[in-house]
């Protein structure tokens, strides 16, 4: 087939197609949904999870724990668990939650008893979510990047299975090991899911579809706390059920498999199918007029055909990719260390702490801070082709240290209250100093880091660095989801003047180290850090200049 001019292809603005939309659609919400959907689904159950498996009291069994029961049809029962000879109560009209009636006050040892069982099913998730990221590049490199989301989609079903039959079987470790099952489902798609929305992307939009998926990460997010209210799913009944629906994204997933795009830089340098890459950017570009972009592709193949793909030592010895690298680190550490997990995976204890009453009010306070989170992710996708990615990651990033600052504040005044109730509006302008916060990290601080991760690296590099920067991330995540609870108690309000302290120094260092990536090729950001790297423009593979043979082949779209 003929091509056109360079200057031809780089003329062609980019076009929305159905491969495009299906691909990326297909993509983000079949594995960043679930993502964002598993870091909250534990939050607004936790209770009743808690109450079915390690119970304060023995229960009468004849009593079904779905919903809230009048207080007169449980009395005697709770009389006599609890051995009381007398019991005073107004029974005409006043309801409370079942656990509230079988389950009187806990010791002291059973609540650290119940609260370590809790953080156990939490930190299984980022635990095991390090060792699915340290597959990222052996997956991709097996099985291609499209083909590693619908493998990953096999584990996410497996979890699914142990965790809506847990309370069936009656098995707490089943939870477990269900959350250990869906953090490797996460960890793979946090590394996969950049790269390969990445590459089928024209460079004009790739920033605002990168964002897509933490767009999609945030809406999970929403999604969990909002099925999660006690009026719908997260009740004793319906909590299995609640965990369950992990499975439908994947399940949508594969059925979307044959439409979904392969990534064609993939299949030209990698796989040197240049015939199959050309067809799949065709359908991706909606035109013929390809030129400019393959022959992109073909510069980059020919400085790698005598490169293999950088194996993660060999990556982080390369001379050429060292700022990057360091940069990238950076930014995974500091997106984690300023808070944000602890934020979600603990909203309704912050808002405890702050004497926001229990419940729905505590769980409507935490769908609104998910609700801003998707919003201000949407404002970042629009904007991240006009501001650039450095103004919104140090702009977020500086929101956030003000943020920090002023949750401290509130929270320290609120020590000085006997009783938080009492303090009146104080304790609801901590769910705004929790709303600022999160506003400035989902415009930057929470999308662009996964977006930097894929147009920091070439071809060769880029499963390497996915894979560094996503086990960054997810130690980074693990640490803050065991460490909080014991750092917020012996810290107090304080805790946040840490996550302010994390914020204040990667501000400062994007500020001086990070260039701006926007309209960028993949090359031309490998050759904006070679100065700063200390070798030429070509990088590590300057000198390569085989050429590539290409190879009369079909596209593969299996």
Known sequence: MAEKSLMAGNDQKPKVTMSLVTGVSMAVFGSAFQFGYNIAVMNAPAAEILDEFFPCAVRDPSIVMDSPLEVSTVVATVVEATNSSTAVMDAATTAVPITTALFPKCTEAEVEYRDNMYALAVAAFPFAGMFGSLMVAAVVGKFGRRGG??????????????LGLAKTIGSYPMIVIGRGIIGIFAGLATGIVPMYISEISPKEWRGAIGVLNQLLITIGILVAQILGLGSLL????????????????????IVSFPFMPRSPRYLLIDCHKEDSARNVLTRLRGTDDVAGEMDEMRSEAESASKMKAMTLMELIGERSFRWQLITIVAMMIAQQLSGINAVFFYTNKI???AGIPEGNPQDLASVMVGAVNVFMTIVSVVVIEKAGRKKLLVGGFAVMIFWCLALTIVLSILLGYEDPTKAGALPYLSIGCVIGYIIGFAI??????WLIASEFFTQAARPAATTISCIVNWLCNFIIGMSFPSIANATGPYVFLIFMGVCVMITLY?????????????????????????VSAGGADSGLNVPLKPMNSRADEL
Do not use: D, H
């Open 510 to 534: 994007l500020y001086v180290v990070m260039p701006e990536t926007k309209g960028k090729t993949f090359g031309e950001i490998t050759a904006m850090f070679a100065v700063r790297n200390g």
């Open 444 to 449: 930057g601080p929470g999308p662009i880091p």
């Open 149 to 162: 989301l619908m493998l990953n989609n096999i584990i996410s079903l497996i979890a699914a299975l142990c």
């Open 351 to 353: 808002f405890s702490a």
């Open 234 to 253: 997260g009740n004793n009944m319906m909590w299995p059920i609640l965990f369950a629906l992990t499975f439908l994204p994947s399940f949508f997933q």
